[in-house]
Nanobody, 120 residues
Framework: QVQLVESGGGLVQPGRSLRLSCTASGTIFSVNVMAWHRQAPGKQRELVADISSGGHANYADSVKGRFTISRDNAKNTVYLQLNSLKPEDTAVYYC??????????????WGQGTQVTVSS
């Protein structure tokens, strides 16, 4: 069993910053891709950014230049630095990890979500 626990969400004014963290725990042999998705009210969940175990990152066009994803493989932790926040960034942010718990195949795991609200 694998759990993903997120932290770092909250209410912030436009232009300010937040840092989200997500740690995977449990029976983990290897973690492949880790990612952050978000879902705003009335909208579909969308990929914000993902990062490979080797550190290669991809970003949604809407967050390029403002958000930075990183990870600490030794801690099975992924981070998302959110800078220059805009009201349209308001959403529940979900952590994702592609995990090998023992025998193949890798499986997908999701965190419970953390609310980010950008408002003056």
């Amino acid at each position: 069993q694998v759990q993903l626990v997120e932290s770092g969400g909250g209410l912030v004014q436009p232009g300010r910053s937040l840092r989200l963290s997500c740690t995977a725990s449990g029976t983990i042999f290897s973690v492949n891709v880790m990612a952050w998705h978000r879902q705003a009210p009335g909208k579909q969940r969308e990929l914000v950014a993902d990062i490979s175990s080797g550190g290669h990152a991809n970003y949604a066009d809407s967050v390029k230049g403002r958000f930075t994803i990183s990870r600490d493989n030794a801690k099975n932790t992924v981070y998302l630095q959110l800078n220059s926040l805009k009201p349209e960034d308001t959403a529940v942010y979900y952590c994702y990890a592609h995990v090998l718990t023992g025998t193949l195949p890798y499986r997908n795991y999701w965190g419970q979500g953390t609310q980010v609200t950008v408002s003056s």
